[in-house]
C-alpha cells in the first residue's frame, strides 16, 4: 500500500511538473558561445600580412608599377613590396612570375585624420563603378601575349575578376559586397578540393546587399564572425576562403590556412585608435552610467572588468534593414556548399550557420568606424542615437580629414533626392536607416553624455 501511495505521488508531481513555467528566456536575444580557436604566432602573422600570399594572381609586377604608378607604402615595407600601394603585396605566383596581389588590406585599412589605420574598414572604396578586368586583360595581352608566363600568372586573378563583375556593383560609394563575393567564388569552386570550375554550380540573385567593413580589432571578443553571426567555428579557417579568390587547390587552402592562424592571433593584439580631440571627462562620466543602464546589455561593458555577451538581437527586436540576415538566409545552395567543402572539415573546421537578427558589437574605438549601422546608413553616432534626424538622402566628401568631433562621424550634407553614387539613399533595398531607436528614449544631455563616454572606448 504504501508503494502504491509513492507512485500516485510520483505520478502527480510529474503530472504537475508538466504544467510549471520552464525558465523564461527573451526570444528577441541569444547569445553565441564560444568555440575552440587555434593560438598563433602574432609576430609571424604581422610579417604575412605585409607580405604574404594569400593571393598568388595578380597583374604581372614589372606592368603593374610603370601601368598603375608608385604609391606611398605607408607600412615600412622593403623589397618590390615598398612601392606598391599598401593594399597589394609582391609576391610569386606559382610558375615564378613576380606579381602586385591584392591583399588583406583592400578591405581592412583605412585613412582617418591623416593617419592609415590597419585593421580599420575600408569606407572610401568605389564599387559603384565597373571593375577594370577588361582592361587589364588587354594590357596583358598586349605585353606578354597570352602564351606568356605572365599572363598564365594573370589568369586566375582575371577569371575570377570576370566571374565577380555582375555581381558586385553596389548603388553607393563606400559600401563592401564582400557577403556576395564569397557566394560568387564559392559556386565556381569544387567543395572537395577547391579546384576552380568554369560554370557556376548554382545561381545567386545580382542583388547585391551593401555592408560596412568592421573593424579588426574587435575581433578578439567574438565568438562569431559576421553581421548575423553567421560564421562559426575557427576564424583563421572562415578568413582563409579570401584565398578563393586564386587559389589553385585545397593544398594551397591548407597553406594559407596555416598561415592565417599566425594572422588572425595578430589581429587579436589589434587595439582601437584613440579619440585624439578633447574630451569632456566629467561628462563622460555621467555618460558612462547612462550607458551602463541603458546599453550594456548587447554592447557589454568596457574599462578595467569589460564583458561582452555576444547577444543577436532579432530583426523584430532591432529594427534595422533586415534584407542582409534574410539574404544570408537566402543562400541555401552557398551555405550547403560551404558546409560541405573543404572548409568545413577536420579538427579545424568552419561552418556558416545564419540567424534570423544582428549580433550587436563591441564598441571598441567607436568614434572611427563611422559609419554605422552594418550598412553604413547613418553617417554620425549623433543620428544613432536619434532617430528622427537620420538624413534620409546624405553625402560626405571622403575626405579622411572630415570629420565631425563633435556628432562622433562624417560632416555630411543633406540632399533632397539622390544625385549620382556618392549620395546614400536610403530608401533603397538593403539601404534602410530605421532600427536600434533605443536611444530615443535619451534625452538630449544624456545623448550627448553618451556621445562623450562613447569618445574614451
Known amino acids: 500500500m504504501r508503494q502504491y501511495l509513492l507512485i500516485l505521488v510520483l ?5 504537475l511538473s508538466a504544467n510549471w513555467p520552464e525558465p523564461i528566456e527573451d526570444p528577441g536575444y541569444f547569445d553565441i558561445p564560444p568555440s575552440p580557436q587555434r593560438e598563433g604566432n602574432p609576430a609571424a602573422g604581422y ?48 610558375n615564378g612570375v613576380k606579381v602586385a596581389a591584392p591583399t588583406c588590406l583592400t578591405c581592412h585599412a583605412e585613412q582617418i585624420n591623416g593617419q592609415l589605420v590597419i585593421g580599420l574598414g575600408n569606407t572610401t572604396a568605389d564599387y559603384s563603378r565597373p571593375t577594370p578586368s577588361s582592361l587589364f586583360d588587354k594590357m596583358v595581352e598586349m605585353r606578354y601575349g597570352k602564351d606568356s608566363p605572365e599572363w598564365a600568372a594573370y589568369l586566375p586573378f582575371s577569371r575570377s575578376q570576370k566571374a565577380l563583375a ?17 557566394a560568387v567564388l564559392a559556386a565556381h569552386r569544387h567543395p572537395d578540393d577547391l579546384r576552380w570550375i568554369d560554370s557556376a554550380q548554382f545561381q545567386l540573385p545580382l542583388e547585391v546587399v551593401p555592408t560596412d567593413v568592421p573593424a579588426w580589432w574587435l575581433l578578439k571578443k567574438k565568438n562569431a564572425l559576421y553581421y548575423n553571426a ?52 566629467a561628462l563622460a562620466a555621467q555618460g558612462k552610467a547612462i550607458f551602463e543602464k541603458n ?8 574599462g578595467a572588468t569589460p564583458s561582452y555577451p555576444n547577444r543577436v538581437v532579432a530583426l523584430e527586436r532591432i529594427g534595422t534593414d533586415p534584407l542582409l540576415a534574410q539574404t544570408y538566409g537566402n543562400y541555401p545552395e552557398y551555405h550547403r556548399w560551404y558546409n560541405r567543402s573543404w572548409f568545413a572539415q577536420g579538427p579545424h573546421r568552419a561552418e556558416l550557420k545564419p540567424t534570423n537578427g544582428y549580433i550587436a558589437p563591441p564598441l571598441d574605438g567607436i568614434w572611427a568606424t563611422a559609419p554605422y549601422l552594418h550598412n553604413g546608413s547613418v553617417p554620425t553616432v549623433a543620428d544613432l542615437l536619434h532617430s528622427t534626424q537620420r538624413p534620409k538622402y546624405w553625402r ?35 539601404h534602410s536607416n530605421s532600427g536600434h531607436t533605443f536611444g530615443d528614449r535619451l534625452t538630449d544631455h544624456e545623448r550627448r553624455a553618451v556621445i562623450e563616454y562613447l569618445k574614451t572606448l
Request: glycine share 8%.
Open 166 to 182: 555582375p555581381y558586385i556593383r553596389t548603388s553607393v560609394r563606400g559600401l563592401n559586397p564582400a557577403d556576395k563575393i564569397f
Open 396 to 430: 560626405r566628401s571622403f575626405d579622411a580629414n572630415d570629420y565631425d568631433p563633435e556628432r562622433l562621424g562624417w560632416r555630411y550634407r543633406t540632399e533632397e533626392k539622390p544625385s549620382g553614387s556618392e549620395t546614400y539613399d536610403t530608401t533603397l533595398p538593403g
Open 230 to 281: 553567421l560564421g562559426r567555428g575557427d576564424f583563421a579557417r572562415l578568413s582563409s576562403a579570401s584565398a578563393m579568390l586564386t587559389l589553385t587547390d585545397s593544398a594551397e587552402a591548407r597553406r594559407v590556412d596555416e598561415r592565417m592562424v599566425d594572422l588572425i592571433a595578430w589581429i587579436r593584439t589589434l587595439q582601437p585608435p584613440k579619440y585624439p580631440f578633447p574630451v569632456d571627462e
Open 11 to 15: 505520478w502527480a508531481i510529474v503530472g
Open 295 to 302: 546599453c550594456s546589455k548587447c554592447h557589454g561593458t568596457y
Open 47 to 94: 610579417h604575412y600580412l605585409l607580405y604574404g600570399d594569400v593571393v598568388r594572381s595578380g597583374i604581372p609586377l614589372a606592368l603593374f608599377q610603370p601601368s598603375l604608378g608608385k604609391s606611398g607604402d605607408d607600412l615600412g615595407r622593403t623589397g618590390d613590396s615598398q612601392r606598391l600601394p599598401y593594399m597589394f603585396n609582391a609576391v610569386e605566383a606559382p
